[in-house]
Each structure stands twice: as C-alpha cells, then as structure tokens.
C-alpha cells in the first residue's frame, strides 16, 4: 500500500462508550475529554473533544512541528486563521497546517464544543502532563502554570510559540 506507514510496534484497538473518554481540565473555561492519545495511535495522531466556555480564547499561537484541525460539534466561535477570521458554527471544519498562526475564541452564546485533532500527536501531552484531573477541577481557576512557564514549556517541548494576538482578539491565560 503506497505511503503506508507501518506501527513500531502493534497498536491495541480503543472503544470508550458515551462520556467514558479520560477528562482533563485546563482551566475552568476548557475541558478536554482525551479521545486518542499520542501514546495509542503510535504518535501518529491525537484526538480530543474539547468544550470551552463563552469568552475563552486560546492563546493566539503557530505550531512548528505539527498540524491542527477542528470540527465545531456545538455553539459558535471565531477562528483566527492567518490573517483572516471565519466563523465557526455546528458542522465547520479548519485545518491548521503547521507555521499558520491561529487561534479561536468562543462567542458570548457560547460554550462551544469541537473536536480537536493534531497530527503528529505530541501536543496532547502538554494536556496530559499540566491539566488537572477532574476531581481536581472543581477547584480550578487558573491554568497549573504561568503564562511565562507555559511559553517557555510550549516552545521548548512542543514546538509551539505563543505570538501577539492580532486586534480585537483576547488575551487569555
């Protein structure tokens, strides 16, 4: 099969029935539910369905070491892409490739929810080692790091930069 990419070693099948993904918080505007792993799908991809809350903005960031897409499941949001905004709405889809700036911000009717794929995985990592469990969540306010820790971890571990955001886009974090 051409470009087939063959497993390092064999990778095991995974099935989570409805809400059963492992959770992860960022902070107290953004949930993640872990759908696919870095670690079981042998880095080839990562999945996570993510639900942020009216207002939260990602950090206006590029990705130097691998791609992003989102599917918008529920609620609206703006999607900074380069130099352009779209909208967002149930049924939209993005792809980030690598060195696009981007960003997104959930409208004031919000939450949104949105399936979120990076490929190669490796960002989900940056979750899974610096989000809070959910027993922890209930009192979680703040990201677990500062901002200066988490662009330098983002930069040095990730390959992502947090860049100036363009105008009229939140600063968050």
């Known amino acids: ?13 995974v099935a989570y029935a409805p809400g059963q993904a ?8 953004l949930h993640r539910r ?6 079981q ?3 080839r991809f990562a999945l996570s369905e993510a639900t942020a809350d009216a207002g939260y903005a990602s950090p206006f960031h590029v990705h ?3 791609d992003e897409a989102i599917y918008v499941l529920d ?16 049924g939209a889809w993005f792809f980030m490739p690598r060195e696009v700036p981007h960003g997104y911000v959930v409208r004031a009717d919000g939450p949104a929810r949105m399936l979120i794929l990076t490929a190669p995985a490796g960002f989900d990592r940056f979750f899974h080692e610096h989000g809070q469990r ?15 820790e988490g662009e330098r ?8 930069e947090l860049l100036a955001a363009p105008d009229g886009y939140p600063t968050p974090w």
């Open 1 to 13: 099969m051409s470009g087939h990419i063959p497993a390092a070693a064999p990778l095991a099948p």
């Open 22 to 29: 492992p959770e992860l918080w960022w902070s107290r505007e």
């Open 34 to 39: 872990e759908l696919a792993t870095g670690e």
């Open 41 to 43: 799908t042998g880095d």
């Open 64 to 66: 130097h070491d691998d």
């Open 75 to 90: 609620g609206t949001i703006d999607l900074y892409l380069g130099d352009q905004v779209h909208e967002g709405r149930p």
């Open 134 to 148: 959910p027993a922890d969540a209930g009192g979680a306010g703040a990201p677990a790091l500062s901002r200066d």
């Open 153 to 160: 971890v983002l930069r040095e571990q990730y390959g992502i």
